[in-house]
């Protein structure tokens, strides 16, 4: 991005499955600081990180399996919150089944959630910059509702995991390479 740029207001919006997804299928699992992050990946003034995720799923009542593992993630979604300018986006794990009766979980109301604050961060003229870490092809309209309130989008993927026409949709592109990764290790 321009140089000029970094006197803009930038948002970061972050879809904390696929980056959790993509530090442990390709950076092996390493822990990042999210707010060093943040400030590498935003090049303008950051208003705001949104990071978006779901708590795991517990039964009613819950295992002491389901209870222990969502304590620990609510643990780091909290240490997120913290953050300076950070802001944890909540969606909800359900439970589902395969046609031959296999349950597995999946997250809801995650992506909706990011795509309606790019929108509407864009269009109320919050900020000039979105950056998105994401994967997804159903933030492409999002993505183009932005750009038409004259808002660049710069998209941090995964080559192993990411839309082609997400790709496409942003302005720039960059890959999260080992590199960046590195800058943003937590010691």
Known sequence: MDSDLSSE??????????????LKNEFNEVRIDFLKLSEKI?????????????PPYQ??????????????TMRFFNYIDRLERFEVVY????????????????????DVRLAVDLVRLS??????IAVLVAGDNDF?????????????????????????ELISAVDEAEEITWNLIEECMRH
């Open 9 to 22: 207001w930038c948002a970061v919006f972050i879809d904390g499955g696929y980056l959790a997804k993509v």
């Open 42 to 54: 935003c090049p303008g003034k950051r208003l705001r990180t949104y990071y978006y995720n779901a």
């Open 59 to 72: 039964s009613s009542p819950p295992t002491p399996e389901e209870k222990e593992r969502y304590q620990k």
């Open 91 to 110: 969606g909800k794990t359900v439970k589902r089944y395969t046609p031959d009766g296999k349950e597995y979980f999946t997250q809801k109301g995650v």
């Open 123 to 128: 269009w109320a003229g919050h900020i000039k």
């Open 140 to 164: 492409v309209p999002a993505v183009k509702a932005a750009k038409d309130a004259g808002v660049i989008v710069k998209l941090y993927y995964s080559k192993n995991s990411s839309s082609d």
